[in-house]
């Protein structure tokens, strides 16, 4: 059965956003979580100028390198100059930070990555407690025009989700117990 087989099978049938002032302990927060990445082995990188040169890009994450990065909103293209946080860059922190924690459950210094749902049930679930079916489609066929293999669709919308429901000191604790030694 393929991915868009296994979504569409269990839906009977949501990015969450920061209010449009974001408070300054949603930044603190999110700065406590890049932090906590970086002490636990992962590189965290700002408008990379090699990556974040498309319009299309919000963030990466590396597994083979342990390289997370943040592609800025209103990024000055060919800098990696760090501009005011948007909340959609505060969300793909969040989300790039899900992929790291994907990453250290398989081990970091790989190029390997896991979900964090191991049981289709619990994540399916997982997924579509979180994000209208909408979004779910959104994602698949995103992913799918580009290439992206069933596993890799699988680990978008893990990390999509996860981006969607937890606080930035939520996924601190995940990488606090996953990533660390």
Known sequence: MNIFSKVASVLTGATL???PSVKAETHENHL????????NGI??????????NEDDINGFYIPSHNVLGVCQDNRKILTNTEVEWTPNDYDTLRH?????IQDCLSGLDNDESELLFDEKERFIKFITDILTEEQIDLIIKSYSERGASDEV??????????????DPLTIVNG????CGD
């Open 32 to 39: 406590t979580l890049w932090d906590s990445l970086e002490e």
């Open 17 to 19: 956003f920061l209010s």
């Open 43 to 52: 590189q965290v990188v700002i408008n990379e100028p090699e990556i974040c």
């Open 153 to 166: 669709i699988l680990m978008e919308l893990e990390a999509f989700a996860v981006a969607a429901l937890n």
């Open 96 to 100: 790039e930070a899900q992929h790291a």
């Open 175 to 178: 990488v606090n117990q996953l």
